[in-house]
Nanobody, 119 residues
Framework: VQLVESGGGLVQNGESLRLSCAASGSILRINTAAWYRQAPGKQRELVASFTSGDNTNYADSVKGRFTISRDNAKKTIVLQMSSLKPEDTAVYYC??????????????WGQGIQVTVSS
């Protein structure tokens, strides 16, 4: 059971990127999920999250620009990022609490994916 991120890269100021996080293995469901990021020399911060009941939360710095969504059938969490700014440059991490087919619940982290926004 693991999370695998994809979709990062280098974009220009104002462009968009779509990050995906696929949960692989014998997963029954994704309970909660979130995207974090960590810029060089800074602490990891929460960017967007799903809480129970599919409520979403966003960091003030990304509200109105980023959207978190999920495909339960595909067990994928997506972060759609638009109007990107140089200050969005960071390594982005997917985090999820999942339940597997043995009904074991655990928190997982993806390996991280680089997003670079040039000015």
């Amino acid at each position: 059971v693991q999370l695998v991120e994809s979709g990062g890269g280098l974009v220009q100021n104002g462009e968009s990127l779509r990050l995906s996080c696929a949960a692989s293995g014998s997963i029954l469901r994704i309970n909660t999920a979130a995207w974090y990021r960590q810029a060089p020399g800074k602490q990891r911060e929460l960017v967007a999250s799903f809480t129970s009941g599919d409520n979403t939360n966003y960091a003030d710095s990304v509200k109105g620009r980023f959207t978190i969504s999920r495909d339960n059938a595909k067990k994928t969490i997506v972060l759609q990022m638009s109007s990107l700014k140089p200050e969005d440059t960071a390594v982005y991490y997917c985090n999820a609490v999942v339940t597997d087919l043995l009904l074991i619940t655990q928190a997982l982290w993806g390996q991280g994916i680089q997003v670079t926004v040039s000015s």
